[in-house]
């Protein structure tokens, strides 16, 4: 849950280490992430540049809208 004052650098961090630390094969693993709508296109966007640098082999097309 990410909330409209929440620090975004954190909130990013949080999101791509609870995804991806031990491949995701934990019962904590994060699968969903609900945002506050003035937090969403940001989060979106930092999540996406912290996954390419964190993936190397991660699809570089854009996304589906």
């Known amino acids: 849950l990410v909330l409209a004052d929440a620090d975004l650098v954190v909130a990013v961090e949080k999101t791509v280490l609870g995804a991806f630390k ?3 094969q934990r019962c904590d693993a994060i699968s969903r992430v609900l945002e506050a709508p003035p937090q ?3 989060l979106l966007l930092q999540v996406s ?5 964190t993936i190397p082999w991660i699809d570089r097309r854009p996304p589906l809208r």
């Open 40 to 42: 969403r296109e940001d």
């Open 22 to 24: 031990n491949a995701g």
């Open 49 to 53: 540049r912290a996954l390419e640098q």
